[in-house]
């Protein structure tokens, strides 16, 4: 009885063997856990050590082997115009400090420029020319709709971006700028004078005396007012409808694009804009408008803003939209200044109609209408008569149409 009793209070050999295990299973699965926690941390930590130890590797080759000089602000430029192609974004670029701090000191004092609008092409990284302004240096001096900025003083406008190529157009009124075009695969050199510009942004025009049009080539800030007065300049004098032409339009300024939808949209929500982080900003505008048949005619270079306005008017039943489809601009950049007087330029922004809908994701709009026209007509838009244009004329018959039933 004894003896059994103390059997029952002592463990077995079984039991003790079981202990131990149990204990060293336990002490297993912490410290995996715990290399495992360190393994992760030092791998990724050697990722990133990877990355920059590959750029110590090609210094090393090239300052053992190399034959020629390089200057090191030059080579730390090019790395981040690597940099920013690299990540993705087709609307990225990198601008130098010497190029941005002419740009600052263009847009704060007095400059002149050649008169041309250019928009960034994603897949070249050249600037492609949207509108020649009439009698402009740029129109006396050759330069068409369509062509391509290709080097501005000698430097590729690829390899300094979109900031630094404006900025080195831009200059003293009388001094010139030497650039080459790319057309149709032709490189054409030119020196074209700089010169005060004025630049109308909006245009306007009544067509049989009913149907009102209004063409805008860029969402500028004046375009705002240019076109609020000639919209109600057209009603005036006996528009009963009006035909919208953001073709060849580069976009630009949101508050813009919130202004003329503010003319012509019912009270609502018409814009967001949503960050990284999913924060939201939600742009409305108030119940007074313009209530008026609208047409928006829209092609493949309408971009951004020009887009949004036809797609928002689209979406919310507010506008026919006729022409071919865009291209799909679905994100806004910010400009973010380094600590050595350069600057990157990427998409912070997405952009979102009234019901949620991406026009980057979703590939562009599509029009109601579609009217395909030659290249060769569409880089005449704007400077042929309205009856030479078969989209403006697609237009016109549907206004027509409407207003005879």
């Known amino acids: 009885?004894?003896?059994?009793?103390?059997?029952?209070?002592?463990?077995?050999?079984?039991?003790?063997?079981?202990i131990c295990l149990a204990v060293a299973a336990v002490t297993m699965l912490a410290t995996g856990y715990v290399l495992s926690e360190r393994y992760e941390a030092r791998q990724n930590s050697a990722q990133t050590g990877i990355s920059y130890r590959k750029l110590d590797?090609?210094?090393?080759?090239?300052?053992a082997y190399y034959v020629g000089e390089y200057e090191e602000d030059e080579l730390l430029d090019m790395l981040s115009v690597g940099y920013m192609s690299g990540i993705n974004d087709k609307w990225s670029y990198y601008t130098n400090a010497e190029n941005l701090q002419a740009l600052y000191e263009d847009k704060s004092g007095s400059y002149a420029g050649i008169g041309v609008t250019v928009t960034l092409d994603a897949e070249?990284?050249?600037?492609?020319?949207?509108?020649?302004?009439?009698?402009?240096?740029?129109?006396?001096?050759?330069?068409?709709?369509?062509?391509?900025?290709?080097?501005v003083e000698g430097e590729s406008v690829a390899a300094i971006g979109m900031d630094a190529t404006v900025a080195k157009v831009r200059g003293e009124i009388g001094t010139t700028v030497n650039l080459e075009i790319l057309r149709d695969g032709v490189v054409i050199a030119m020196t074209v004078e700089r010169r005060t510009v004025e630049k109308t942004s909006v245009y306007a025009e009544l067509i049989n005396g009913e149907i009102g049009f209004l063409r805008i080539s860029e969402f500028t800030v004046a375009a705002a007012t240019q076109f609020a007065e000639k919209l109600a300049t057209l009603q005036n004098i006996g528009a009963k409808n009006v035909?919208?032409?953001?073709?060849?339009?580069?976009?630009?300024?949101?508050?813009?694009?919130?202004?003329?939808?503010?003319?012509?949209?019912?009270?609502?929500?018409?814009?967001?804009?949503?960050?990284?982080?999913?924060?939201?900003?939600?742009?409305?505008?108030?119940?007074?408008?313009?209530?008026?048949?609208?047409?928006v005619l829209v092609n493949e270079y309408s971009y951004s803003a020009a887009e949004y306005?036809?797609?928002?008017?689209?979406?919310?039943?507010?506008?026919?939209?006729?022409?071919?489809?865009?291209?799909?601009?679905g994100e806004g950049q910010q400009t973010f200044q380094l600590s050595d007087g350069s600057?990157?330029?990427?998409?912070?922004?997405?952009?979102?109609?009234?019901n949620g809908v991406s026009i980057g994701d979703k590939g562009?709009?599509?029009?109601?209408?579609?009217?395909?026209?030659?290249?060769?007509?569409?880089?005449?838009?704007?400077?042929?008569?309205?009856r030479d244009d078969p989209q403006i004329m697609a237009a016109v018959g549907y206004m027509q149409e409407l207003m005879q039933q």
Do not use: H
């Open 309 to 329: 306005f036809a797609a928002v008017m689209q979406e919310q039943g507010r506008a026919y939209v006729i022409g071919s489809p865009t291209t799909g601009k």
């Open 124 to 151: 070249t990284g050249l600037l492609q020319v949207m509108d020649v302004y009439e009698g402009s240096p740029a129109a006396e001096a050759g330069i068409r709709r369509f062509d391509m900025l290709y080097t």
């Open 57 to 63: 590797e090609i210094r090393s080759l090239i300052d």
């Open 364 to 386: 562009g709009i599509v029009p109601d209408m579609n009217v395909e026209i030659t290249y060769d007509q569409i880089t005449v838009i704007g400077t042929v008569d309205y």
């Open 1 to 18: 009885m004894q003896g059994s009793a103390r059997n029952q209070k002592r463990p077995s050999w079984i039991q003790v063997i079981a």
């Open 343 to 354: 600057a990157i330029t990427f998409s912070v922004i997405k952009y979102f109609t009234p």
């Open 243 to 295: 035909i919208i032409d953001v073709r060849n339009n580069p976009g630009g300024q949101l508050s813009t694009l919130i202004k003329m939808l503010d003319e012509l949209m019912p009270e609502g929500e018409v814009f967001i804009e949503r960050d990284k982080a999913g924060n939201e900003n939600r742009l409305s505008v108030d119940a007074e408008f313009c209530d008026i048949p609208v047409v």
